[in-house]
């Protein structure tokens, strides 16, 4: 976990908010008018904190952090060697199935509906048949520029973790060493294409893949640094000449699901910090509504062994420890209302369906979703198989393109996003889920069955030192209107298209873009949650002024009170609610409780298998 508060800090600021991010991401069926007149839209650069770092891909072991690292902060990329002799090892065997005669889809056939049809025959590398490839493929790339519907992503850190993590999966692809390299140098020249935001049905995110290779072409239009020019200035800023593309590069580029896994390592990221948030406020509620914490204890979570459920209740209880909440109360209810009660329970639940995604996330970016399928090494005897007539067919004996190394080459449906996004859903369930605990505890903070104490009434026309409740339960309506038109699934979907052939669509970019959403409004929701928690904590201080709350819990009240003091009754001149929101944005919550900041089973990236 990135542990630099200034880094988020400047994240935060770019952070999407609700309206701005479902316009650029879920796409806007209306393309603005600025868009129609040529006038560029708004665009969101990032800010390269971290320009100085590389981070060192080889293929297995890309983190959701590293992905941040390079999309959000400009960190700089590079391949290990293994990982680019890997792909140079695919490349060459990719030429010589075409000269043993091997029918490869996207290659020497065509692709889609004309998957029968021959594109050449024979030696890929003999003087006629490099010349077309060449200019077939100089053409397949410049044609992107064309490609896709807006309106334009507008935030450059969404298009740069769509190429990292294809940088990262591309090295298990037969890409010609010139495309390996160039993908590499768009991200570390800080040269991002224009990519249109409609341009995939959600699975092989084919149509935002083209107009990056248009860009390395020197087509259509890019950012350099964050200033938009024709994408061939932009090359020549750079000290880059454009792209010549060989082999089937088009397709080792394109056949990847890296648009929706970008987006959703951003998702996770983001999430964590929402989640992280969000038991740190449930920590002060707690405090604030002088609640029982019995559901918490260690024998009561023992009764129910659900690992994530347990480990979320002893991570509160530890935020807790030295509270006035262990100590005895008169005044104290024996059992609190439900909301307050289980929140422990949904925030759990939304870690487990944030881990089962992060361990998706993880697989997808650390390995190969590309059609065809290239094995290098692969023999038939290695399984029953692969020795039968139909798989046979496909098997590369091996010669001097791919320097005598043999394989096979598979047709295959990798492609095809699932389980990602499915479970990219289930968490935005979850997290709704969670939501409406938070929305209701608020709530009950205006019941004096509940809290017992009841605040100070604020004078006639002023807005007292308690008075923030209204206002919070208010947007918080607001925002759970949003949240629960975010959690509906996308409808499942097949449609015959490209004459049948492609008749699945996943709507990964739908799902992934409202998940991102989902937790934009949750930041918002949890920020009431903390208004209303700190100003608890005010007036249970004045009510006991030796009462401690425990150290996570008094670290983020008194870090806010220095943002925002208690009110004298005046009105203020900032909005209490942007206030509060931006606190949270722009502050990581394990800043708060250091120490207590480990999912139970973060699992080290190199130990995911190819």
């Known amino acids: 976990m990135l542990a630099s508060r200034t880094l988020r800090a400047r994240r935060a600021v770019r952070a999407p908010r609700a309206l701005v991010t479902l316009c650029s991401l879920l796409l806007c069926i209306e393309v603005s008018g600025a868009a129609a007149t040529d006038v560029p839209p708004p665009y969101r650069a990032i800010t390269p904190t971290m320009a100085d770092r590389t981070v060192i891909l080889s293929g297995r072991d890309l983190t959701v952090d590293e992905v941040v690292q390079v999309a959000r902060y400009g960190a700089k990329v590079a391949l290990t060697p293994a990982a680019r002799q890997r792909s140079a090892d695919a490349h060459g065997l990719l030429l010589e199935a075409a000269a043993e005669g091997i029918p490869v889809y996207w290659f020497n056939r065509a692709v889609g509906s004309g998957r029968e049809n021959v594109i050449f025959s024979g030696d890929p590398l003999s003087p006629d048949n490099k010349s077309l490839l060449e200019q077939r493929q100089l053409a397949l790339f410049r044609r992107g520029a064309l490609a896709g519907l807006g309106p334009e992503i507008g935030e450059e850190e969404l298009v740069r973790a769509m190429m990292v993590v294809r940088a990262n999966t591309m090295s298990f692809e037969a890409a010609s060493p010139q495309l390996t390299q160039r993908l590499l140098d768009l991200l570390n020249d800080r040269i991002t294409p224009v990519v249109q935001s409609r341009g995939t049905v959600g699975e092989g995110d084919l149509g935002p893949f083209t107009n990056i290779g248009a860009a390395m072409v020197g087509a259509g239009t890019a950012y350099l640094r964050g200033v938009r020019m024709p994408a061939q200035e932009a090359l020549e800023q ?288 949890l920020a009431e949650d903390m208004l209303t928690g700190t100003t608890w904590l005010d007036l249970r201080q004045e009510q006991s002024p030796a009462r401690s709350f425990g150290p996570a819990p008094t670290a983020v009240w008194t870090a806010f009170r220095r943002v925002m003091p208690r009110s004298d009754g005046t009105v203020r001149a900032r909005n209490i609610h942007e206030t509060a929101a931006a606190f949270i944005r722009e502050h990581p919550a394990v800043s708060f409780f250091p120490g207590n900041d480990r999912e139970p089973d973060t699992v080290p990236q190199r130990h995911i298998a190819r």
């Open 238 to 525: 750079a000290g880059l000449a454009p792209l010549a593309p060989f082999g089937a590069d088009d397709s080792e580029l394109e056949s990847s699901n890296s648009y929706a896994t970008g987006q959703a390592a951003l998702l996770l990221y983001d999430a964590r910090e929402a989640l992280s948030w969000a038991d740190l406020i449930y920590a002060i509620d707690l405090n604030g509504m002088n609640s029982s914490v019995s559901p918490l204890a260690q024998t009561v979570q023992a009764n129910r062994p659900f690992k994530w459920l347990n480990w979320d209740a002893a991570r509160v209880l530890d935020m807790l420890r030295g509270s006035y909440l262990f100590e005895l109360d008169g005044e104290r209810i024996i059992q609190d209302p439900e909301s307050l009660r289980a929140s422990s329970i949904r925030q759990g639940s939304a870690w487990q369906a944030w881990a089962q995604l992060r361990d998706d996330v993880l697989i997808q970016m650390n390995s190969s979703d590309h059609n065809p399928a290239i094995r290098v090494g692969a023999s038939p005897g290695d399984s029953w198989e692969l020795a039968t007539p139909q798989l046979a067919q496909f098997y590369v004996k091996g010669g001097p393109r791919s320097h005598g190394q043999h394989g096979f080459i598979f047709s295959n449906a990798n492609w095809d996003p699932y389980p990602m996004a499915n479970d990219i859903e289930a968490f935005t369930i979850a997290l709704a889920n969670l939501d409406v605990a938070v929305g209701q505890r608020m709530l009950r903070f205006s019941n004096t069955f509940f809290t017992v104490l009841a605040p100070p009434l604020p004078a006639p026309g002023e807005p007292g030192r308690f008075g923030v409740t209204m206002g919070s339960e208010l947007i918080a309506g607001t925002l759970m209107q949003e949240i629960q038109s975010l959690i509906n699934p996308v409808a499942p979907e097949g449609n015959g298209l490209v004459k049948n052939v492609e008749d699945l669509q996943a709507q990964t970019r739908l799902k992934v873009a409202r998940a991102r959403q989902a937790v934009a409004d949750t930041v918002d929701l």
